[in-house]
């Protein structure tokens, strides 16, 4: 059983910060990257940033040099540290992992899960 758990969303002024973490519990699987996405009221959702289990990193242009993805493969978290927060950076934000399981019929191979959602409202 996988389970991504986020925390760390709110509500914050322009310009402010907010940290968002995901713990993942991944049993006896292992992870291969893992990432942040959001998704705005009216939009589809979109890449924020990934990051692979050798710490290579991947960023939306959006928020190249506002927001530094990082993490811990000891606790098999992933952060998102967030700056110069913008009122367009408003959205669910979601964490993503790309994990080695197995699923019911389907067999071993590489599975995405999903965290729950967090908020991030960025008032003006």
């Known amino acids: 059983q996988v389970q991504l758990v986020e925390s760390g969303g709110g509500l914050v002024q322009a310009g402010g910060s907010l940290r968002l973490s995901c713990a993942a519990s991944?049993?006896?699987?292992?992870?291969?990257?893992m990432g942040w996405y959001r998704q705005a009221p009216g939009k589809q959702r979109e890449l924020v940033a990934t990051?692979?289990?050798?710490?290579?990193?991947n960023y939306a242009d959006s928020v190249k040099g506002r927001f530094t993805i990082s993490r811990d493969n000891a606790k098999n978290t992933v952060y998102l540290q967030m700056n110069s927060l913008k009122p367009e950076d408003t959205a669910v934000y979601y964490c993503?992992?790309?994990?080695?399981?197995?699923?019911?019929?389907?067999?071993?191979?590489?599975?995405?899960?999903w965290g729950q959602g967090t908020q991030v409202t960025v008032s003006s």
């Open positions: 991944v049993s006896k699987f292992s992870i291969n990257a």
């Open positions: 993503n992992a790309d994990v080695n399981g197995w699923r019911p019929v389907l067999g071993g191979g590489r599975y995405d899960y």
């Open positions: 990051i692979t289990n050798e710490g290579g990193t």
